[in-house]
């Protein structure tokens, strides 16, 4: 599993938005299953989602077109200024993609994800937001590896540990 993430804001746009939106996206890979769960929280857009999906492969700083479904990820909440998202994706179904990605880049959905996944490991692509208020996209993310969830809990455990086995030994040393 590969996970990536990013804040989302109005900053990040390409020029920025200026809107007040907020939000985090996460995105894990599993290269062996072949599937994208992408996880968004998002608050304060200052219109309803027109547009949420990932778009690949352009250094930060630039935009490009869109590489996942349009104009919005399967299921994505279209009513409301604030909410959450959890889905996770098929990348061999052709349904996960924009057309016009897939054509660009080989023509079949084996191709086209492997370009998409080659583009967020290089941090050549983000998730976007537009709005009906903003739809050039109203907050943004590039997509960055991120540790593990787990692993933070289970680093700090060791540590502590450590920690406690030094004191001991010192304890024992000087008593």
């Known amino acids: 599993m590969l996970t990536f993430g990013g804040s989302l804001s109005g900053a990040n746009e390409i020029p920025p938005s200026g809107a007040p939106g907020i939000g985090s ?5 599993n290269t062996v299953a072949q599937t994208m769960e992408v996880e968004v929280t998002f608050s304060g857009l200052t219109g309803d989602p027109t547009g949420a999906h990932i778009h690949c492969c352009v250094t930060q700083g630039g ?6 479904t349009v104009p919005v990820f399967p299921g994505f909440p279209t009513t409301m200024t604030s909410g959450t998202y959890d889905q996770t994706l ?3 179904d052709l349904g996960s993609y924009n057309p016009t990605f897939v054509t660009a880049n080989g023509g079949t959905a084996a191709s086209a994800e492997a370009v998409l996944f080659a583009g967020i490991m290089s941090d050549r692509a983000y998730l976007n937001i537009h709005t009906s208020s903003n739809p050039g996209g109203e907050i943004r993310a590039f997509l960055v590896p991120t540790p593990l969830p787990s692993a933070f809990p289970l680093f700090a455990t060791g540590l502590g540990a450590l920690g406690l086995l030094g004191w001991r030994r010192k304890k024992t040393a000087a008593g």
Not at 63 to 68: D, E, K, M, P, W
């Open 25 to 29: 996206a996460t995105v894990t890979i």
């Open 90 to 92: 098929n990348m061999l």
């Open 63 to 68: 935009n490009t077109g869109v590489a996942t």
